[in-house]
Each structure stands twice: as structure tokens, then as C-alpha cells.
């Protein structure tokens, strides 16, 4: 779980950095986006680290049904008393929710934009001498409502599910290096710095592009 969790965690950033592209007005950030778009689903090391990313999101999701499962099953009668909340998280108590809610967001992501990019029909043009797919445009048109209907549920969606998102890296980050065995008494405050600024950081940024492409319309 953890290993699959940090990867996973090296992963998001990648794809923030590569998706802040999208702040880019104008053709200039249009062509930028679609360049490394074309370059993130061609370059072989890219594609290879795209199989590990869904290897890990199948592993991290079946380990962790394995792993609530075994909870369950180790105390199948509850508690008399249950007082949760004296020396646990509300986050490290719903990991599993949490995880569920971020399993139909990356589904819904999914049918979104990369279902989309390799196999929808999607226009095509010339950025000097390379035949490019025209994502950027799929991806504003999809948050602008006089393009998609649905634009203003699917930001609603996008920055709820970022905030279960928030939840579930503000306990896994710190949790991973538990596990790990990676945790000391002399690094526990610095890892729960950096576990805490990630989990706040990545969501806010991934939120702010779908807010950001809708409310740009009104501008
Ligand atoms: C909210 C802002 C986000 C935007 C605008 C966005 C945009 C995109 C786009 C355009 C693609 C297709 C690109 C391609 O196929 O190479 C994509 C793929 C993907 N996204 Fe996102 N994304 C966002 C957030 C997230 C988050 C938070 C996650 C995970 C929790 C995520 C997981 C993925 C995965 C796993 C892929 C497939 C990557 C691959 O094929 O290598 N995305 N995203």
C-alpha cells in the first residue's frame, strides 16, 4: 500500500505540473499543452511509467479492499463503546471511503479526457511539422458551460472529489512512512509538515483548473 501510495503521490505531481500548463492563455499555451500531451502519450519511458501508474492504482485499490476486509473479518462484533475520535483521524477512519470516492473520480477522469485523447474523435493540426490532437480544447470546452451543459456539475464534482482527495493524502502520505518503517522520533514533525502542506498544496492547484476554466468564461 505504501510503496503504490508514494508512487502514486510522485504521479500527481507530475501531472500537476504538467497540467498548470493549462493556466497558459492563449494559442502559445494551447500548443505548449498539446505538445507535451503528444509527448506524454508517445515517449516510450512516459508510456512505460503510464503502465506502472494504472498497475499501481488497480494494486493500491485491491490492497486496500484486501486489507478492509481483514479488518473487518479480525473484529466482526463492534465495539460497545466506540470512541474513535480519542486517538485517530476522521481521515484514517474512512481511508476506505475515501479511496471509493477517488476510485469514480478517476473512472469518471478517465472516460473524460484520456478515453477521449487516444481513442475519441478529436481535431487534429500542425504545430511546426508535428500532427498534434487538440486536448486543450477538449479540456476547456469541457469546464465552460456554453460548450458542456454539465460544465458546472462536472467543476462541482472535480473539486469535491479533490477535497476527498485532501483527506485521503493527509493521512496516507504520513501513514506510507509508517509502514515503510521510514518514521523516527527525530523526522515524525518533518514528515507531518510536508504530509500536511502536500495534501493541502496538490488538491487546491488540480481544483483551481476546472474553477479557473469556468469562471474565466464569466470574465
Ligand atoms: C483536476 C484537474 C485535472 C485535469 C485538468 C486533468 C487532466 C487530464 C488529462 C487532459 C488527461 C489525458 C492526458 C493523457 O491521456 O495523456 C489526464 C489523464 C489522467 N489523469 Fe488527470 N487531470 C486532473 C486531475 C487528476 C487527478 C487528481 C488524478 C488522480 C487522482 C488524475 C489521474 C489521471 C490519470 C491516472 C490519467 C491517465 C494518465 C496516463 O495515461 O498516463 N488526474 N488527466
Given at each position: 500500500?505504501?510503496?503504490?501510495?508514494?508512487?502514486?503521490?510522485?504521479?500527481?505531481?507530475?501531472?500537476?505540473?504538467?497540467?498548470?500548463?493549462?493556466?497558459?492563455?492563449?494559442?502559445?499555451?494551447?500548443?505548449?499543452?498539446?505538445?507535451?500531451?503528444?509527448?506524454?502519450?508517445?515517449?516510450?519511458?512516459?508510456?512505460?511509467?503510464?503502465?506502472?501508474?494504472?498497475?499501481?492504482?488497480?494494486?493500491?485499490?485491491?490492497?486496500?479492499?484486501?486489507?478492509?476486509?481483514?479488518?473487518?473479518?479480525?473484529?466482526?462484533?463492534?465495539?460497545?463503546?466506540?470512541?474513535?475520535?480519542?486517538?485517530?483521524?476522521?481521515?484514517?477512519?474512512?481511508?476506505?471511503?475515501?479511496?471509493?470516492?477517488?476510485?469514480?473520480?478517476?473512472?469518471?477522469?478517465?472516460?473524460?479526457?484520456?478515453?477521449?485523447?487516444?481513442?475519441?474523435?478529436?481535431?487534429?493540426?500542425?504545430?511546426?511539422?508535428?500532427?498534434?490532437?487538440?486536448?486543450?480544447?477538449?479540456?476547456?470546452?469541457?469546464?465552460?458551460?456554453?460548450?458542456?451543459?454539465?460544465?458546472?456539475?462536472?467543476?462541482?464534482?472535480y473539486v469535491l472529489s479533490m477535497l476527498a482527495l485532501a483527506y485521503h493524502l493527509h493521512h496516507g502520505f504520513v501513514s506510507a512512512f509508517q509502514s515503510l518503517g521510514l518514521?523516527?522520533?527525530?523526522?515524525n514533525k518533518i514528515i507531518e509538515i510536508v504530509g500536511a502542506g502536500f495534501s493541502v498544496v496538490v488538491p487546491l492547484l488540480f481544483a483551481s483548473i476546472p474553477l479557473y476554466?469556468?469562471?474565466?468564461?464569466?470574465?
Amino acid at each position: 500500500m505504501a510503496l503504490s501510495g508514494l508512487f502514486l503521490c510522485l504521479f500527481l505531481v507530475g501531472h500537476l505540473l504538467g497540467n498548470l500548463q493549462l493556466f497558459v492563455s492563449g494559442q502559445q499555451g494551447a500548443d505548449n499543452f498539446n505538445l507535451y500531451a503528444k509527448f506524454m502519450t508517445t515517449n516510450p519511458i512516459v508510456k512505460v511509467l503510464s503502465y506502472l501508474t494504472y498497475f499501481s492504482i488497480i494494486f493500491h485499490m485491491v490492497d486496500g479492499l484486501i486489507l478492509t476486509i481483514q479488518n473487518r473479518r479480525a473484529r466482526p462484533k463492534k465495539y460497545v463503546i466506540e470512541k474513535g475520535k480519542a486517538n485517530s483521524s476522521w481521515a484514517s477512519r474512512n481511508m476506505a471511503l475515501l479511496g471509493t470516492i477517488l476510485l469514480v473520480f478517476i473512472a469518471t477522469h478517465m472516460q473524460n479526457f484520456w478515453y477521449v485523447m487516444h481513442f475519441g474523435e478529436i481535431s487534429h493540426y500542425e504545430i511546426k511539422g508535428q500532427n498534434v490532437k487538440d486536448l486543450h480544447h477538449v479540456v476547456m470546452s469541457f469546464f465552460t458551460p456554453t460548450s458542456n451543459s454539465y460544465a458546472a456539475f462536472m467543476v462541482g464534482f472535480y473539486v469535491l472529489s479533490m477535497l476527498a482527495l485532501a483527506y485521503h493524502l493527509h493521512h496516507g502520505f504520513v501513514s506510507a512512512f509508517q509502514s515503510l518503517g521510514l518514521n523516527h522520533i527525530k523526522y515524525n514533525k518533518i514528515i507531518e509538515i510536508v504530509g500536511a502542506g502536500f495534501s493541502v498544496v496538490v488538491p487546491l492547484l488540480f481544483a483551481s483548473i476546472p474553477l479557473y476554466v469556468f469562471i474565466k468564461h464569466y470574465l
